[in-house]
């Protein structure tokens, strides 16, 4: 009996095959760190079956088994138990009896506050938060493991101040580098000696994104009152009341120390 797994062709028995798959599963036990993620695709070779139930002796349920290949009716084959070919029948998977998934590594660490760019893969997951999005913001850590980013800088432009829950493991922390390019602006606040986005109570402000306020994208107005250091209200000629504006929302035009009209 020959199988090819992951472009390695094995040959032997069932038995030797399951001898063989056991010691590989020893020899890379660090593997057994990593997460299975549940696929809503068709599965494919390589992938895993989980069975929720079965009547099958050779089948243990809730244990991960690879997918050594997909059969001409559709069924996921596999090596049960007892060493023997056994297979997952496409007929049965939408009665809850096994589910499938794939092996993912675990995904990177973010705090909120991070900045990230999109990894190539996103660009096959996501319309706009993909490598088209030249940075990102974490505003959130999701309780199912996702994370709730702002979309800060993006090649369009319309797209940018709104929100998305993603998959952090399609993303990666931006370099600084990266950072500057994206918010030129930071440069304003190192001169100034700020930390960047360190905005102060008297600068004037250009809006470049409404968030939940009744500005309008172009606005400019002056900072009168914080709620934490970057969240506070700008006011304008026409707005005076629900102006509450996050850092990310406002670009700095004139900073309070270069205002002669004080």
Known sequence: MKMNIAGVEYEGSPQELKELFDLLGAAGAEESKEEYRKVVRSPREGDYVKFNESDDDDITV???????????????????????????LKA??????????????????????????ALSAADEEYFYTNTNMKLGKVIEICDDGE??????????DSYEGQTFEVDPRLFRKAYKEEVDIALPHNAIFSKLGRKPNEFKKGDIVRVISTGSSNHKRGDIGEITEFS???????????????????????????PVESRVDL
């Open 228 to 254: 934490r250091r970057s969240h506070f209200r700008v006011k304008t000629a026409s707005i005076d009341s629900v102006n509450w504006v996050n850092a990310t929302d406002v670009k700095l035009i004139a």
């Open 92 to 117: 049965l998977s939408d009665e809850g009896e096994f589910e499938f998934f794939e092996k993912v590594a675990p995904g990177p660490k973010f705090e909120v506050g991070d900045y990230i760019v």
């Open 62 to 88: 809730g244990k991960y088994y690879e997918i050594t290949t997909i059969d001409d009716d559709g069924d996921a084959v596999f090596i049960d138990d007892g060493g023997s070919v056994n297979w997952a």
């Open 147 to 156: 994370i709730k980013i702002e979309v800060v800088r993006h090649e369009n």
